[in-house]
């Protein structure tokens, strides 16, 4: 904490997204609010982001939480309707070169394309609220060439595979558009008569990307990415440069505080395949899902790399008592049920959807009135 004095607990609210892929109930139930004009409602973000600033509520007034910290992360709840685009994002030496240089050429921050909208890095990760499916990183070249060879609409393709990952799939993704119709032509065939209902098949995803985006180069990932299925719980971690894309579900998602995005397809937004196709980590990925370690006391922990970051859970039964101490900036969001929380003489009491910003190094009381899930993002602990 590096700006106001402001030690103790806080009621907290975020912000919404309204991209075109999101859902329209979960989040405004989630959050307890009307969605009248029926507008998607994609992610709700709990941090400082200037696109996305959350609120602090200090002596009966809301006000800007980036007014009292600057978190190193940026929660957020996000309902997938729709798939996200394809995409990669930089690493922290790429993020702060190419702020630099787009600030030089004199871009617009708020220009459609602009890539580097900050000079951060931005690894996430995500745990599984539900179902979900994404797609993460490449896989094998051994993978790829049993896929080509499996989807006899790609045996065009085959050749291509011979100089490598990064030969193969920088010839995809720039080819004309001519020639990705031609290619893709039969398989769209194909799947609209098929109408394919596994979703764990790239054929599921092929076919609703075919609908929403038409001939789009971006399909051709689908099948030489990982598709990965997640259950409830489980989690997965992004880092810079591994390629990917959520394709259905609702999730909790913690990341460095960033915006930067390499898109290249599936999406109405600005898409630069020269930028993704120059910060792609070229090797497959074999996907490392996270299974949550046991902290005691009712608290679950998502370990990855990450230094800006850490996500746990607490899970607490009508009557339970969690006691802990608070190691940074900390923010939480109710999930399900209500609790109670308690710091000295300060009291939060939490419903559904709601959120509390706790400063570090204080104690905190969680009572729990009914079964309840509570989000908490904080840091690794040193040492």
Known sequence: MDKKAL???????GAIQNYAWGGYEYIPELIGIDNVEQEPHAEYWVGVHPRGRAQIKVNGEWQHLDEYTRLPYLLKILDVRKMLSIQSHPNKQQAEIGYAKENEMGIPLDAKHRIFKDDNHKPELMMAIGD?????GFKSIEDIRRTIQETT??????PHLDGGLKDFYSYLLNMSQGEVTATLTSLKMRLMAEEPTDKNHPDYWAYHAFQDYGFDKGIFSIYFYNLVYLSHGQGIYQEAGVPHAYLGGKNVEIMANSDNVFRAGLTPKHVDIEALLSHLVWEPVTPKIIEPDDLGDYEQAYFSPATEFELHMIYQSDGDTHYLQSSTDECYLLMEGEVIVESG????HLQQGECLYATPDIALSIVSVEDS???RATLPKKG
């Open 7 to 13: 030690p103790g607990i806080y009621p907290l609210k």
């Open 153 to 158: 609409e790609f045996s065009s393709l085959l």
């Open 373 to 375: 899930k509570l989000i």
């Open 132 to 136: 979900f499916w994404l797609l993460h």
């Open 345 to 348: 003489d300060q009291r939060v």
